[in-house]
């Protein structure tokens, strides 16, 4: 009796014992009672001053006001001045904006995320150079390279550290210098006419209310087309391009990431397949624009704004008639400010702010879908 008591006790122990390590298990998946909301307490942009229009840019490369409205809805663009504006500054200039309208201080900033596919130096970061400029204290500076769905990576990102309480007042910025990358020829008018430079920031800080703040982030990626639509030099892949060139055959060491030959052929352009990366775009956005959705039991009558990335009008005009969204419930300005790539969401949704559009207790949705192919979504109730 005494030995099966002693069984009988050894069992329990060991199933009180597996249950508790489930229990642990399973808590790690359970919101812990202290997560907290994020919000976008603050948001501001900044275009440069210099207006090119479509007509501007037949001075340089066989095009027309007719053609590029066609294909992609663009009226004009702006361009950074040459020389005294950077895609940092331009950031510096949105963020102070976003700051005000937040009603906080660069001081009271503890990190900085910067998205940007255009920064002034291959290395550093431009979260550094902005974190100087700005006199900020000694904060955590992350760079983001997903091009036009930087902001939304970005803005997910920052969601997270807010949500686990490690920071309070996130600066979030989108900055693009293209203009100075771009070739004004006839050879790459399919890219040239659709880029312009610009800024957008905002400041994320904890929600008060309930049910109140970016509700979900929503972030995907597939590399198996990355080259239709990428800059491919300079690069460490270089090689690939030169092994059989004999004046770099010989070469055991360097000399590879750049060099005259890649300069002379072009080769370290920007290159875009269009339809391919249309074709793309128009199965990936309302995908991920209804997985945010779903994820928090709307539908697409519920929204109130959709700020889609302006990648091209054209793209957005068919993504509303899927979702059979109304005019007033999509705002672009793609006609205005051409493609700013990891700027053009936050410059769009400051837009819309300034205009009224946007409204605390609004369903907001952010979508965006660009090189990598990378695309992502967040859904806020302002």
């Not at 992350?142 to 902001?151: H, K, P, T, V, Y």
């Not at 491919?232 to 005259?260: C, I, M, R, V």
């Not at 030959?261 to 249309?278: C, H, K, N, T, W």
């Not at 199965?283 to 945010?292: N, T, Y």
Request: proline share 3%.
């Amino acid at each position: 009796m005494t030995q099966r008591k002693s069984v009988y006790s050894l069992s329990v122990s060991v199933v009180i014992r597996q249950f508790k390590i489930v229990n642990l298990r399973l808590s790690l998946f359970i919101k812990p009672p202290n997560m907290y909301s994020s919000k976008i307490a603050g948001i501001g942009h900044y275009v440069p001053k210099n207006v090119y229009t479509n007509n501007d840019l037949s001075r340089f490369m066989e095009t027309s006001d007719e053609w590029i409205q066609e294909r992609t809805g663009i009226q004009e663009r702006r361009f950074a001045d040459r020389y005294e504006e950077t895609t940092t500054t331009m950031g510096i200039e949105a963020a102070k904006v976003a700051l005000q309208r937040a009603g906080t201080t660069a001081q009271d900033i503890d990190f900085i995320i910067f998205a940007t596919l255009s920064p002034d130096y291959y290395f550093p970061g431009c979260g550094v150079l902005l974190q100087r400029e700005m006199k900020m204290k000694e904060v955590g500076a992350l760079d983001i390279r997903n091009q036009c769905s930087g902001f939304v990576y970005a803005l997910s990102v920052a969601d997270q550290f807010i949500k686990t309480g490690m920071y309070k007042n996130i600066l979030v910025v989108g900055s693009e210098k293209h203009s100075f990358a771009m070739d004004f020829e006839t050879r790459s008018r399919n890219v040239s006419v659709i880029f312009g430079d610009g800024a957008g920031a905002a400041v994320l800080q904890r929600a008060e209310k309930e049910g109140q703040g970016i509700l979900s982030t929503h972030l995907h990626s597939d590399g198996a087309d990355a080259e239709i639509l990428a800059m491919h030099y300079p690069g460490a892949h270089a090689n690939k391009w030169l092994k059989d060139k004999p004046a770099f055959s010989d070469q055991e060491l360097g000399g590879l990431f750049f060099n005259k030959e890649i300069l002379e052929s072009g080769a370290a352009l920007p290159y875009m397949d269009g339809p391919a990366v249309f074709k793309k775009a128009v199965v990936k956005f309302p995908e991920v624009i209804k997985e945010a959705l779903a994820a928090n039991n709307y539908t697409a009558k519920d929204i109130d704004l959709l700020v889609p990335h302006q990648a091209n009008l054209r793209i957005s005009q068919y993504v509303q008639q899927l979702l059979e969204l109304p005019d007033d419930k999509v705002f672009n300005n793609i006609q205005k400010y051409g493609n700013t790539t990891a700027a053009s969401v936050p410059i769009a949704l400051s837009e819309a702010w300034e205009a009224g559009k946007v409204k605390e207790g609004d369903l907001i949705c952010l979508a965006a879908f660009g090189s990598g192919f990378t695309w992502a979504s967040a859904l806020i109730k302002w």
